[in-house]
């Protein structure tokens, strides 16, 4: 059983499209995260929710909407693709009152033509 | 004050070799300091982690040594093997927060 898995693993889109990825865990983490991981490997976080709550948004435009549905998953939808969108992007989970160990999903390689 | 700095950005070493990544951060309420591994087209995934009340910790080949007064710690492998060829993060975050710093990357290539 896959801890935290996401899809998909590729996108491939043009321009000015909407895209979203899937993020589920099934761990019992409390937090979840989206991380992006640029083309020099730098791992920048994004979004983070706690038991559904938005409690990080580290000035990403708007075009980035997460989702949390449930504590077990986090979606990101990605309106207006760009260029500069292309990366690769990460979900993570934690349990706050833990040790804070992350465990990120396999991630999803987006590319925007 | 939120930085974590890692260096070097790209390591090369001889099979069986020592591999040594260092990071340094400002932040003194930090309170746990992982390393993560990621290989090619994988998630990262823990490593080893270590905890400011003690010097180092040792997994296996993969050694932590922590300097609170410097506010350094550093990744050490021994006997360095081709499979270990991975980019290394080394984070730091303080317990119970959402607060996780990654440094910027090592990567390593351990040569046969």
């Known amino acids: 059983d896959t801890a935290v898995s996401q899809t998909p693993k590729y996108l491939v889109t043009q321009m000015g499209n909407d895209k979203s990825i899937k993020c589920e865990q099934n761990l019992g983490h409390d937090t979840m995260y989206w991380y992006k991981q640029d083309s020099k490997k730098f791992l920048k976080i994004m979004f983070s929710y706690n038991n559904k709550e938005l409690i990080i948004n580290e000035t990403v435009p708007n075009r980035f909407s997460p989702k949390s549905p449930d504590k077990a998953h986090l979606n990101l939808h990605i309106n207006s693709l760009e260029l500069g969108d292309s990366a690769v992007y990460f979900c993570a989970s934690s349990l706050l009152r833990d040790t804070g160990e992350l465990f990120f999903g396999e991630g999803s390689r987006l590319t925007v033509l | 004050q939120q930085q974590v700095k890692q260096s070097p950005q790209s390591l090369i070493v001889q099979k069986g070799g020592i591999s040594i990544i260092n990071c340094a951060y400002e932040?003194?309420?930090?309170?746990?300091f992982p390393w993560y591994q990621q290989f090619p087209g994988k998630g990262p995934a823990l490593l080893i982690a270590?905890?400011?009340?003690?010097s180092e910790k040792k997994e296996g080949r993969f050694t932590i040594s922590f300097n609170k007064s410097a506010k350094q710690f550093s990744l050490h492998i021994m006997d360095s093997q081709p499979g270990d060829s991975a980019t290394y993060f080394c984070a730091a975050s303080i317990t119970g927060t959402y607060k996780y710093i990654f440094g910027t990357g090592t990567r390593l290539k351990v040569l046969a």
């Open positions: 270590i905890r400011p009340d003690v």
């Open positions: 932040n003194t309420a930090f309170d746990y």
